[in-house]
Nanobody, 120 residues
Framework: QVQLVESGGGLVQAGASLRLSCAVS???????MGWFRQAPGKEREFVSA????????IYADSVKGRFTVSRDNAKNTMDLQMNSLKPEDTAVYYC??????????????WGQGTQVTVSS
């Protein structure tokens, strides 16, 4: 069984940076990993994904150039560096493990989420 725990969320002003981390219990290296987010009243949306080796990365257009995903298979962790944050980035952020995809349906394991709030 794989368990994921996110950390690093918080309240920041627009333009600031945050770094989210996802700690994984179990063997991380066999899974691709993803970040998703869900704002109040909206569907969960794709943010970024990284392949099992870390060789492939994809980003949603809304975060491209501002967010950077990385992983350390030796430490069983995945990070999301978020720069130049905007109020529209406000959401609960979830990490997930599964197949390399932008779709929530391709991810088997999910964390509980961490809140990111960006004030204007």
């Amino acid at each position: 069984q794989v368990q994921l725990v996110e950390s690093g969320g918080g309240l920041v002003q627009a333009g600031a940076s945050l770094r989210l981390s996802c700690a994984v219990s179990g063997t991380l290296r066999r899974y691709s990993m993803g970040w998703f987010r869900q704002a109040p009243g909206k569907e969960r949306e794709f943010v970024s994904a990284i392949s099992s080796s870390g060789g492939r990365k994809i980003y949603a257009d809304s975060v491209k150039g501002r967010f950077t995903v990385s992983r350390d298979n030796a430490k069983n962790t995945m990070d999301l560096q978020m720069n130049s944050l905007k109020p529209e980035d406000t959401a609960v952020y979830y990490c997930a493990a599964g197949d390399f995809s932008t779709s929530t349906h391709q991810y088997t394991y999910w964390g509980q989420g961490t809140q990111v709030t960006v004030s204007s």
